[in-house]
């Protein structure tokens, strides 16, 4: 129950508050502020962000295959930032003269840039061309026939593109045109937002840049997929609802191993082995009722018998080897 207060104590109280004895408690801390910037809201969430970087790194280990086997050379090629700036800024950061594609998707409004760093541009004309990426030019404009060689990795990056993009739906990335100055290359206006995604590529210990820039404000059709309960794991659309184990033992089970089949040994002097003619006839240590032995990369796994079916020869497997670390 409640304490009740007496007169007495109510003007004891009354007169403390009167002459400032009593203090009012202290105002709590005010929380600080936090700019929020309303022209350019994060359009792209985290958990979308975080879906966009696995596909890219899908898409960086792809084409650094293709890369490896093109250059003859060691490639490696992740990602580096995933940010979202305005377009003014991403203008203001591309070099001039630059190697830049611009592509879209088609039947779609999204719109994009392909920028190749201007050295990684040339060293992949020179080893194209069979140089060792070395040379060098004094003035580093992108001239028509490099274009036509350029043309074949813009092409490649469209298609990688497009297969790693199909866990999310069916995109058709299309290039329009070769440009080596931003100023026309206008995908949007100047105070949108873009969507930057920066890779690092390694060419026999070198580091380059490329750039893939989207315009944000076409892309909530994207974002709209961007489910992180449906894409919790980052697997092409043919192997969905297949586990990693089933994929490798799918693979394992395609795998094209030599076999070979030992009838029997037998010794024979180097003079008898010059002196051998068509028709000569070795006789072998083992009897024609020995099993033969059936071998895979040199270790015996299988022992069996030889014989015709269907009028072709083969070997029938008669039983295992027990002895797995035997190795001849």
């Known amino acids: 129950m409640a304490e009740v207060l007496s007169q007495q104590e109510i003007d004891q109280l009354l007169n403390k508050v009167k002459s400032g004895e009593e203090q009012a408690p202290a105002a709590s801390a005010e929380k600080e502020a936090i700019l929020f910037d309303f022209r350019l809201p994060n359009r792209i969430s985290k958990n979308q962000l975080r879906t966009i970087r696995n596909i ?3 898409f960086a280990e792809s084409f650094a295959s293709f890369l490896v086997s093109k250059l003859q050379c060691i490639v490696s090629m992740n990602v580096t930032s995933i940010d979202q700036i305005y377009y003014s800024e991403y203008v203001l950061s591309v070099s001039n003269p630059a190697c830049l594609y611009t592509f879209e998707l088609k039947n779609t409004d999204i719109k994009g840039i392909l920028e190749l760093n201007l050295d990684l541009a040339l060293v992949l004309v020179d080893r194209l061309l069979g140089g060792n990426g070395t040379g060098s030019k004094q003035v580093n404009v992108i001239t028509p026939i490099e274009q036509r ?7 490649r990056v469209m298609l990688d593109l497009r297969k790693t993009w199909q866990i999310i739906d069916d995109f058709d990335f299309r290039i329009e045109r070769f440009e ?3 100023d026309f290359a206008q995908i949007t206006s100047q105070s949108e937002s873009v969507l930057l995604i920066s890779f690092e590529i390694i060419i026999a210990d070198k580091s380059y840049m490329m750039n893939l820039c989207f315009a944000t404000f076409a892309f909530d059709r994207i974002l709209s997929k961007l ?4 894409f919790t794991t980052i697997r092409p659309a043919k192997n969905a609802l297949t586990t990693t184990g089933e994929i490798i033992t799918n693979h394992l089970y395609k795998t094209l191993l ?3 089949v030992e009838f029997g040994t037998a010794k024979i002097s180097v ?5 051998l003619e068509k028709g000569d006839i070795i006789k072998l240590e083992n009897t024609v009722s020995d ?7 040199n270790k015996i796994l299988f022992y069996g018998r030889a014989g015709v079916v269907n009028n072709h020869k083969a070997v029938k497997i008669t039983r295992k080897n027990e002895q797995k670390n035997k190795i001849e």
Do not use: Y
């Open 271 to 275: 003079q008898n082995l010059f002196e």
């Open 291 to 297: 099993e033969q032995k059936v071998k895979i990369g």
């Open 258 to 260: 030599p076999i070979e």
């Open 149 to 155: 060689v350029l043309n074949f990795i813009s092409e």
């Open 180 to 182: 080596s100055d931003i």
């Open 56 to 58: 890219n790194d899908n």
């Open 227 to 230: 489910s992180s309960q449906k």
